[in-house]
């Protein structure tokens, strides 16, 4: 594992893993609310990814800017680059 690389991929994004059922509900509400939607069908299910930047993460340094008080969901955070040998 070669952990994090800094990219500050995952602060400019929100996923969601939703059944098929209920996708174009979701998708519909995302974009009424003018979000950039992207998607990938895996199965049962549908990642949808959703471009939009934390407003803690710094564009100048791809860093937290509050990184100590970072949510917890952040903390445990694991992407798939950060899992490669
Ligand atoms: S956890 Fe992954 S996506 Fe996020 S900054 Fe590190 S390498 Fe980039
Ligand atoms: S709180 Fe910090 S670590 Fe979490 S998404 Fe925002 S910038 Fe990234």
Same mark, same amino acid.
């Given at each position: 594992?070669?952990?994090?690389?800094?990219?500050?991929?995952?602060?400019?994004?929100? $996923?969601? *893993?939703?059944?098929?059922?209920?996708?174009?509900? +979701?998708?519909?509400?995302?974009?009424?609310?003018? +979000?950039? $939607?992207?998607?990938?069908?895996?199965?049962?299910? $549908?990642? *949808?990814?959703?471009?939009?930047?934390?407003?803690? !993460?710094? !564009?100048? *340094? !791809?860093?937290?800017?509050?990184?100590?008080?970072?949510? *917890?969901?952040?903390?445990?955070? +694991?992407?798939?680059?950060? +899992?490669?040998?």
């Amino acid at each position: 594992m070669r952990g994090c690389i800094g990219c500050g991929k995952c602060c400019r994004q929100v $996923v969601y *893993t939703v059944a098929k059922a209920g996708r174009e509900d +979701l998708i519909t509400f995302f974009r009424m609310h003018d +979000l950039d $939607v992207r998607n990938s069908e895996d199965g049962e299910s $549908v990642v *949808t990814v959703i471009r939009a930047k934390c407003d803690w !993460l710094s !564009l100048a *340094t !791809l860093r937290c800017k509050f990184y100590e008080k970072r949510p *917890t969901m952040c903390r445990e955070f +694991l992407c798939d680059e950060a +899992l490669k040998d």
